[in-house]
């Protein structure tokens, strides 16, 4: 994929990359503080490796440096949260200060949505905390719709909006 700033790829995570996957989705998740105290959720961030394992990482990257990443889950991965047996699911889409603003989470929501399309799914799902606005707008925008009735807590204090796009 090629935006008119800078043109990046999106593809699977190589393992020696892990490590700056994790620092990256921390980085992103951290510097519009949506890393709740005390929650843990930073480690989970930061385990790239393992979601290379139970699940797909992809990372957009310009060939140099790594721009942004998202979690696929097919259904009964480790890391699938609200999919049925029907859906994808991504999750833990971050994209990096100096990648904002050039459409990577766009560019990697459109890969997710790719991707369930690829594998016969008929719809894709997602999870976001409620104050995750920017986000809510990108996906809004690409025709994800509002399922309140699958919306749900983790923890207390922390609500996370259901959101579906059917394929």
Not at 111 to 122: K, Y
Not at 123 to 151: K, T
């Amino acid at each position: 994929m090629t935006t008119d700033r800078t043109p990046f790829t999106i593809r699977l995570a190589e393992p020696a990359e892990y490590a700056a996957v994790g620092e990256l989705t921390v980085e992103a998740y951290a510097n519009d503080g949506f890393i709740p105290a005390n929650s843990g959720y930073g480690d989970t961030l930061r385990a790239a490796a393992d979601r290379a394992v139970r699940a797909e990482l992809w990372v957009a990257t310009d060939g140099t440096d790594l721009l942004g990443t998202v979690t696929y889950c097919v259904p009964g991965s480790f890391y699938g949260e609200i999919g049925q047996p029907h859906e994808g699911e991504f999750r833990m889409l971050g994209v990096s200060a100096k990648a904002r603003g050039l459409g990577v989470g766009t560019a990697l929501t459109e890969h997710c949505i790719a991707r369930s399309r690829d594998l016969g799914f008929t719809h894709v799902v997602m999870s976001s905390a409620d104050y995750m606005l920017p986000a809510h707008r990108i996906y809004e925008r690409l025709g994800f719709v509002r399922v309140p009735e699958r919306d749900w807590s983790p923890r207390p204090g922390v609500h996370l909006y259901a959101y579906s796009l059917a394929l």
